[in-house]
């Protein structure tokens, strides 16, 4: 179990987002409790999500119908058909309790999984202070462990307020794969878990954000079109009204390749670790015939469940938003690692927030202790 949390699109279900072992079903069963302790135990619909790369442990919809829910404020799922009685067995809090039409926040960026000793320092910072620029109030990382300098900037940021660490110890539960592909990583579930905090976080933030962006920690989904995200939601809403899912293309800024000029080669940033992404202006082609992948700003009152590169289940379905308008900029390894600079693109986009950018990089990193 992982967290719970009332889905009013479903007549008011309980739903609690867990992870299965997909060789060993069995009938799950929900207890489910009112601040005056009464439970009752119901029967569960589990809904194993369609994406699990093949992992024997899976992202989860375990849903609880049942009489009087809207009452309950706390939850557990059991295999013991005559419910728990077992004071020892966690509950769950029940969250989304009521419908809100008005949010905290215009846009929530939702960083999946922070684990081995990633340490990224100078990339992390210049992301969230290009995120404060293009209109986002609020990130969530979901942290299993990171590397010592990173950690006193995440303590920054959280204290800021920006910044919201949810503790991800997955890795005391099973053995999670650092990777995708369990040919290569194996282990017992995809990616340290993020098919699971991707759903969780939509959740969280189902009545706490209007837009939430489903990106990783090293990506920055950037309008072209647009000085900000407000802008370009607006936009591409107006245009399409019924979409809550929009698709964003991802494109490789390879950290090997470097502009000539060395204008951001600042002596300030030398000794901070991590990569200066304000360095790297060329950007791959994207490959012919190879599924080139997309990440997603979502309104998340319109997804059900949810995968890395697109949604499972949705209302409303999802729009490809145009290369031109909108991509991602991600700066890391290349993938076309033969490509020269000539076979490039230059993509400067990052520097036309050069001024305000470098500003305030520059504060933040003197407020964490960095310079
Ligand atoms: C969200 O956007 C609305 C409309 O543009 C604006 O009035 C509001 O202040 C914004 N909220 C936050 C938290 O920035
Ligand atoms: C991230 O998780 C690790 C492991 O629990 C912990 O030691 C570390 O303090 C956490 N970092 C932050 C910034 O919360």
Redesign the pocket.
Known sequence: MVSAFIDHRLDGVIQVISIINRNSLQPLYCVYCSAKQVCKTVYTDVQIHSDHFGYPYGASDVICKGEHMQHATHVLITTNEKGSGDLKMEYLPIKNNAVQETFKFNFTVCISSLFGGYNNVLQFAQTMEMYKLLGVQHVVIY????GPDL?KL??HYETEGMLE?V?W?IDKFLNPSRGWDIRLHKGDIQYYGQLVTLNECIYRHMYQSKYVLLNDIDEIIMPYKHASLPPLMEDLQSAHPNIGVFLIENHIFPKTQFEESGKFKRAEWKNIPGVNIMEHIYREPPQKNVYNPTKMIVNPRKVQQTSVHSTLKDLGGSFHVPFDVCRIVHVRVPLQGHLTKEQLFVDRRLWDFEQKLIQNIDQTLKLSGFL
Do not use: A, D, M
């Open positions: 942290n299993t462990s990171c950690e995440l303590k660490i503790s110890p």
